[in-house]
């Protein structure tokens, strides 16, 4: 017996000395984060008599697995620490996060009242137990969309982040190619990530079988991790990636991956990554999503100042660089994890959120863009959502499809993609309330290159406002828009001729994203080059100008106006009659013309009329070649050619680039010929649910006059102080709605506006007090005008 004993402490002695190091070999892993290999050891540890070390090792065991995210051991190894004496509160918090995930909401609640007695100075405790109250009365609705694992883009590791990019969708993924990848991340102990990108076996049907993905080339893969990534137009990338193996010192003074943001152009050539400004070693920096003129990025950070454990920040790019981060506010961000931002038409942030009341881990959230302020985020509801981690959503273009990442049990991997459709509330519902979103291009008209930095200017003629854009180096631009009301746009850069259009957006129209009629095309201004004069048309034999050969003149009348050039203007024939007669009527047809432009203001020398006759044809159609009507057409035409380029002596016009792009401007700031041009039709045929072209026959173009001699045509006033409302391309009945109930309403006629007037004060001081009153009714733009003898004469 006495032997017996002996052995027995050697044997208790020899464990103990065993589990010391073992304890010692977990921490070290778990310090570096390869919390994969510390579980096994602290398993072990967790099996010694020494109840310190068991405590140590039971609670660290518990982190490993919550880090790991495998919900059912977090459980059972945070309640395992909760019966230790003197047991750390947190225990009780991540317990009761454990219980959400597994829809145990009773027991959850226990759990963060507890925690809530051990820490009363932790808000977190209170939240969470009446989440955990509230989220029963979710547990019985209708399902927010259909749902379903996205198959073969899922594998054994871990798939999320979906992004649309070309015809496809681009996914990050930790999947080992194979035996030859040796890269481990020692947090899952499997490989980095890389992006990877699949398409629908059906042309854009994503709900159907996608293909086995495949990774992408070296322009987005590196060495460590990349992804997710954020496309622009197919032709711009935003990626979060890792490029150190160690970086960041931690408490124990260990390096590890913190999370930077890259950009880049994306071409045929090399991609050059630009590194974010505000990248650090000290925090992570990751998930950028940006606005469709690309000045704006929404971002996540873990930056100590945050209001949880990872926050949504704004930084806004002008002058060439990123502004200071701003963080999204408490309306967005809570005191948990805010992570994997999205946006979707400039109007809608979707993000991931464990912070907010939701079923357990992280939900998917939506968030509206109202007046500039984002609005209380709104739970996309199950199953959409699970009372697992659900997080990185990408939204197809009709708004009620798309791709999520979940690791809800019954997945193929740690984290899975699925696919949803048919969502119904509360995404449709917020949805179909925002404004669509129009874009377009703007090119050069011969290159057919993208111009960059072209300022847009769009006239919304309901409001009478111009919104001030500014192209992307894709020479994209977009902005909200309205169903029903007619925009204007025109884009202007210096040097180049400007580009306008028209369109209006049919009422009954469903799409989201609008493209305008056709691209905006700049012509370069320059010496020798030779532009055509389209749609000027001669009576046989005749050289006087016509009425509609007035328009395409008045346009090279605005552009004299606007641009300090002398130019050549030249008239053609076709070949169809004799040299002479062909010489001398071109001549006529060009003094003709020079003489008509003179009349507009425009100064004779600066003008050069030059016929041309039969010697310039553009095709074979020469004397005796027998050609088509058309043909002989193209050859009688009308030109110009700029002979020179001189500075400017005067600028009385408004310069485009004193306004800077997302400004919205009175129109009665521009010159009043500034749009003229734009109210003819536009070249190119217009996508489907954009009406036609407005033409000059069926509305006028708002032409601004001076406000001297401006006739009343409505009622009759004396000498008196009027408060003016509005103005409109179209004429509006007095009592209209956009009137805001106004009484005494008259209406003037100035050039091509119809205006509209209230009152009829003695006092400037009385129309003042008026003023007041409509602006509080809602007629912002109101202002006071003089009126002497029926006629408006000043503004005020």
Same mark, same amino acid.
């Given at each position: ?38 579980i096994?050891?602290y398993?072990k540890?967790? *099996? ?6 068991? =405590? ?18 977090t ?12 047991t ?5 918090? +991540? ?10 909401? &009773? ?6 009242r ?10 977190r405790?209170q ?5 955990s ?13 259909? $749902? ?42 499997f ?7 699949s ?29 997710p ?6 032709? %711009? !990338?935003?990626?979060?990636? /890792?490029?150190? &193996? ?13 999370? %930077? !943001? ?8 090399k991609v ?16 950028p999503?940006?606005f ?10 873990? %930056? ?10 704004k ?15 408490? *309306?967005?961000?809570?005191?948990g994890?805010?992570?994997f931002p ?21 939900d998917?959230?939506?968030s ?9 985020p709104?739970?996309? =509801? ?10 990185? !959503?990408?939204?197809? @273009? ?15 991997g ?22 669509l ?8 008209? /011969? ?11 769009v006239?919304n003629?309901? /409001?009478?406002? $111009? ?24 884009a202007? =850069? ?5 580009d306008?259009?028209?369109?209006? #957006? ?19 201004? @320059? ?17 006087y ?20 050039i002398? #130019? ?20 006529k047809?060009? &003094? ?22 039969e010697?310039?044809l ?7 070649? &027998? ?13 110009? =050619? ?18 800077k ?6 129109? +009665? ?18 996508? /489907? ?6 033409? *000059?026959?069926n ?21 008196? +102080? ?23 309403v ?18 400037y ?10 602006v ?21």
């Amino acid at each position: 017996m006495k032997n017996k004993k002996i052995i027995i402490a050697v044997l208790f002695v020899a464990f103990s000395l065993q589990v010391f190091p073992q304890i010692k070999r977990a921490n070290r892993q778990y310090n570096l984060f390869r919390y994969s290999k510390a579980i096994p050891l602290y398993k072990k540890a967790a *099996q010694s008599k020494d109840e310190k070390t068991s =405590k140590e090792a039971t609670t660290k065991l518990a982190d490993c697995y919550r880090f790991i995210n495998d919900v059912n051991e977090t459980r059972s190894w945070y309640l395992k620490a909760t019966e230790f004496e003197g047991t750390d509160p947190l225990n009780y918090y +991540y317990l009761g996060q454990a219980l959400r995930s597994l829809q145990k909401y &009773e027991e959850a609640r226990e759990a963060f009242r507890k925690f809530a007695e051990l820490s009363p100075t932790d808000k977190r405790g209170q939240i969470y137990a009446d989440f955990s109250l509230d989220i029963t009365e979710w547990l019985d609705l209708p399902p927010s969309a259909e $749902v379903k694992n996205a198959g073969t883009l899922n594998s054994k590791y871990s798939d999320f982040g979906p992004a649309f990019y070309k015809n496809g969708i681009v996914l990050a993924s930790d999947r080992q190619l194979s035996l030859m990848d040796s890269r481990p991340y020692y947090w899952t102990n499997f490989s980095y990530l890389d992006l990877y990108y699949s398409e629908p076996k059906f042309y854009q049907d994503y709900w159907s079988e996608m293909s086995e993905p495949s990774s992408l080339s070296q322009k987005f893969n590196q060495t460590y991790h990349d992804g997710p990534a954020y496309f622009v137009n197919d032709s %711009k !990338i935003y990626l979060t990636r /890792t490029t150190m &193996e160690r970086v960041k010192k931690g408490a124990q003074n260990v390096r590890t991956h913190v999370l %930077k !943001i890259y950009y880049a152009q994306l071409g045929d050539g090399k991609v050059e990554y630009k590194d974010f400004p505000f990248n650090t070693d000290q925090y992570s920096n990751g998930h950028p999503t940006v606005f469709s003129d690309q000045k704006t990025m929404i971002f996540v950070s873990d %930056k100590p100042e945050g209001k949880g454990g990872s926050d949504l920040y704004k930084t806004v790019f002008e002058d060439g660089k990123w502004s200071d981060p701003e963080n999204l506010g408490d *309306q967005i961000n809570s005191l948990g994890n805010e992570v994997f931002p999205h946006l979707v038409n400039d109007s809608l942030l979707y993000f991931a959120s464990d912070g907010l009341l939701g079923y357990g881990g992280l939900d998917l959230f939506v968030s509206s863009l109202v007046d500039g302020k984002w609005s209380a985020p709104v739970n996309l =509801k199950a199953p959409v959502n699970s009372s697992f981690d659900d997080f990185a !959503i990408a939204v197809s @273009e009709d708004m009620a499809s798309g791709f999520f990442s979940s690791d809800r049990p019954g997945g193929q991997g740690s984290d899975d993609i699925y696919s949803f459709r048919k969502a119904k509330q509360p995404v449709k519902k917020i949805v179909t309330a925002e404004k669509l979103l129009v874009s377009g291009y703007v090119k050069d008209k /011969t290159t057919k290159m993208p111009l960059a930095g072209v300022k847009v200017f769009v006239l919304n003629t309901k /409001t009478n406002k $111009v919104k001030v854009l500014e192209t992307d180096p894709d020479g994209y631009f977009s902005t909200p828009a309205e169903k029903g009301v007619l925009y204007v746009t025109k884009a202007v =850069k210096p040097d180049y001729l400007a580009d306008c259009l028209n369109f209006r #957006i049919a009422p009954a129209d469903t799409v989201s994203n609008q493209k305008t009629p056709r691209d905006l095309l700049l012509d370069k201004l @320059e010496v020798n080059k030779v532009f055509l004069i389209e749609n000027i048309y001669y009576d046989l034999d005749k050289w006087y100008i016509r009425e509609d050969a007035k328009p395409p003149l008045d346009n090279l009348v605005a552009i004299l106006k606007q641009y300090p050039i002398r #130019i050549e203007l030249s008239s053609h024939t076709d070949s169809r009659a004799s040299d002479g007669y062909n010489d001398e009527l071109s001549q006529k047809r060009a &003094e003709s013309a020079v003489r008509y432009i003179m009349l507009q203001g425009i100064d004779p020398s600066r003008m050069i009329a030059r016929g041309y006759g039969e010697t310039r044809l553009v095709n074979k159609c020469s004397d005796g070649v &027998e050609c088509s009507e058309p043909e002989h057409q193209a050859n009688r035409r009308t030109e110009f =050619k700029i002979l020179s380029i001189d500075e400017p002596e005067t600028d009385n016009q408004i310069d485009p680039n004193i306004f800077k792009a997302g400004e919205e401007i009175d129109v +009665y700031l521009f010159d009043p010929d500034f749009f003229h041009s734009c109210f003819g039709g536009n070249a190119n045929e217009e996508p /489907t649910g954009i009406t036609l072209p407005v033409t *000059q026959q069926n509305i006028s173009p708002p032409v601004l006059q001076p406000v001297k001699d401006q006739q009343l045509v409505t009622g009759t006033f004396e000498n008196c +102080y009027c408060v003016q409302l509005l103005a409109s391309v179209t004429e509006i009945a007095l009592d209209d709605r956009e009137l805001k109930g106004a009484t005494d309403v008259r209406s003037y006629f100035s050039g091509k506006w119809y205006k509209y007037v209230s009152g009829c004060t003695k006092t400037y001081e009385e129309a003042v007090v008026l003023r007041k009153e409509l602006v509080e009714k809602g007629l912002t733009n109101a202002f006071v005008v003089k009126v002497e003898n029926g006629k408006i004469v000043s503004a005020h």
